[in-house]
């Protein structure tokens, strides 16, 4: 196993190599550049900007170099931590751009993603062997319900109702006005916790309805096996057949599905940190696209890649852990 996790980390080295180049292409193909966006901002402002002032500013940025040595300037700095300077954000480095925002997402997405596989998971189960039971409807047409409603609808209703049924003051974001710019501190934790379960409701409610939904599929078929009525036979209790039997193969696919449940928590956290006004990096990504903020765009657009190559190496280690039938050496 040991051997399996160092070769797939050595394989990593030129995959991500790759995945910086496709960001970069993909963030360098809407037509014109930052200047470009920079010059129609001003003219829809109603002022304009001298030829002379544009191309001072893409020397200043290396915009009037060809590709490849963008992309050189802005890849060579990585192994420093230097992922280049923000052009929309007045010259502000990206790392210290991202480092704030990073960790609140993470922190956003990883919670969510509990939430979403501690509901999933038993009430799938119970769903599984209680098939066509009255809870078992009502699970599923709330399944439906949330594989229907997208995220940014839900952040809407959920405001709506704050405030017009319970009159709430504040709608969205993390942190009351009081802590919003305040250094850390036990009270702005604890401030922190009580704005999380909104946005972790919203944004784990798509993936625990998918997540339910396998959970069923896969156990129901699972229980069909002729294994599992063997075990019955032999007169073992229906609990121990269950979860340390069909259980444990039917979780097989929710564990390999785990390497892509965070970059989809990522990318499906930007709409609703958009609406829901959350300081996280799916806003920062947002305004970087428009702003043709090269640097800042393909920097998050590599670490939501990097954690789709992460998350698949940890999902197959767990499921090897999980099923001693799977080996990879």
């Known amino acids: 196993m040991l051997s399996y996790i160092i070769r797939r980390t050595l394989y990593m080295i030129p995959t991500l190599v790759l995945i910086s180049v496709v960001s970069f292409v993909l963030i360098q193909l ?7 966006s920079w010059v129609a901002e001003l003219r829809a402002q109603g002022t304009t900007a001298s030829q002379v002032a ?11 170099q060809p590709i490849y040595k963008q992309y050189w300037l802005w890849v ?27 960790a609140l997402t993470f922190i956003i997405s990883l919670i969510s993603l509990i939430f979403a596989w501690g509901i999933a998971i038993p009430i799938g189960i119970y769903s599984a062997t209680h098939k066509y039971g009255k809870l078992d409807y009502i699970s599923s047409f709330f399944c439906y319900l949330g594989l229907a409603i997208p995220n940014f609808m839900f952040a809407l209703i959920l405001m709506f109702t704050a405030v017009f049924y319970f009159n709430a003051q504040f709608v969205g974001g993390l942190f009351s006005p009081a802590y919003m710019d305040a250094p850390w ?3 702005k934790v604890i401030d922190l916790i009580k704005h999380l379960p909104a946005p972790v409701i919203v944004i784990g409610t798509a993936s625990m309805a998918s997540t339910m939904r396998i959970m069923r599929g896969n156990l129901l078929d699972i229980l069909g096996k002729q294994y599992i009525q063997t075990a ?11 979860y ?6 039917a979780i097989n696919p929710l564990i390999s599905r785990l390497g892509l449940e965070l970059p989809y928590l990522f990318s499906g956290a930007m709409l609703t940190s958009i609406v829901l006004n959350l300081p996280t990096v799916g806003p920062l990504f947002y305004r970087a696209i428009m702003g043709q903020d090269m640097y800042l765009a393909g920097t998050i657009l590599f670490m939501l890649a990097v954690l ?22």
């Open 232 to 242: 019955r036979s032999k007169g073992l209790k229906e609990r121990i057949v269950i």
């Open 54 to 64: 544009a191309e001072a500013l893409r020397i200043r940025y290396g915009l009037d």
């Open 308 to 329: 789709l190559v992460l998350g698949n190496l940890m999902a197959d280690i767990l499921l090897a852990m999980s099923d001693p039938r799977i080996r990879y050496d």
């Open 30 to 36: 809407p037509p014109g550049d930052y200047v470009t």
């Open 244 to 249: 340390k039997h069909a259980v444990r193969i």
């Open 185 to 187: 501190s036990l009270g």
């Open 76 to 102: 060579s700095g990585f192994i420093r931590g230097d992922f280049g300077i923000s052009m929309f954000y007045s010259d502000t480095p990206v790392s210290t751009l991202i480092s704030g925002r990073l």
